[in-house]
């Protein structure tokens, strides 16, 4: 009999340790920190810029929903999860964004993922913008098509990519981009598309409900919503307060992303009581569409007074005012800081944001008062670090 002792089997997930002790040194960890449904803390780290996730009218539109149509879709959109409610709220945000047509989706991630991968095949260019959101990004790795990289909102830079260029092309951008806040040339983006031949793709997420003639969107106010040879992607969990994702564009468009894209075909449908709260929100936005003007001034107010105490703060084209932190750690204590005096922010760090610039960031919202933003940014003043 063999008394030789067993070694241990190696673990197949020892590696795990080390990334997680290199994120440390590096002051890139993360963790989830549920709040409380009611926190004590003044809201500027989420995106809810209208106010709506906790209007009244918004969540018993949700809560109807859901008492009306169940819990859950049930199923894929093309088999049991297409409700008339889903239907509903489609031909209402197509006709408030001035698109032919609207499909909805799980979620922004999810509709972003369909249009790209969908419209792509191989042989096709995809010509992205350095600062695009991660799901765009992703759509471009998990497409067909050939990606090329062009520095931020750089239309001629698109021009030289696309030049020569004989098949399928899709130019893809953010229209207002998360980290800093400011918006994309998409009038000059569609004329460089234009001009060879290319589709635009813009993801409108951080645009709908604050820009454009009541809240319709960066692609409405740039004269681009219904064209042709332009698709739009959005999430109904910003401005809207909800949860989900739309691809809005010509017919044809998204008749095909139906048949096409697998983030449509194979997800179970957006829940009925997402769908109905979008539904509700929007309502009340095309009824009250001063909210998106009060959004866009609180976001500019912020960044006057940001500036005006020395700090480095972006101007907002939309709702996203961000800080710049001199490190991940000091972003990291800065927002912990932050937290303890009341005030609840964003903190972005490596790799989320693409120039590797550790930054606080503020999401402005139409319900926060004169009081609440001094209050505000006299707490980011008296907290931040050496070098902000």
Known sequence: MNSTPTAAPHSPFGWIEEQTAARAAAGLHRELRPRP???????????????LSRHPEVTRAGADACLHWGAGA????LVTGSTALHAELEAEIADFTGFDAALVLASGYAANLAAVTALTAHGTLLVSDAANHASLIDGCRLSRARTEVVPHADPDAVRKALAGHTGRAVVVSDSVFSVDGDAAPLAELAAAARENGAALLVDDAHGLGVLGDGGRGAVHAAG????PDVVCTATLSKALGAQGGVVL???AVIDHLVNAARTFIFDTGL???????????????????ERAGRALAAARTFHRLLTAAGLDATAPDACVVSVRA???????????ACRSAGLSVGCF????????????????????????IATAVSTVVATAPPGA
């Open 349 to 372: 760090r490596p790799p989320s944001v693409p120039d590797g610039v550790s930054r606080l960031r503020l999401t402005a919202n139409a319900g926060l008062t004169d009081e609440q």
């Open 326 to 336: 001199p490190s991940p750690s000091a972003a990291v204590e800065w927002a912990a």
């Open 37 to 51: 449904a009611q926190s004590p803390l003044l809201d500027l780290a989420g995106n809810d810029y209208l106010g």
């Open 271 to 289: 829940a009925p009581a997402a769908a109905g709260a979008a539904l509700g929100a929007l309502r009340l936005l095309r009824r009250e569409p």
């Open 224 to 227: 681009l919503a219904g064209a």
């Open 74 to 77: 049930t199923g894929s959109r």
């Open 249 to 251: 564009g010509p017919a």
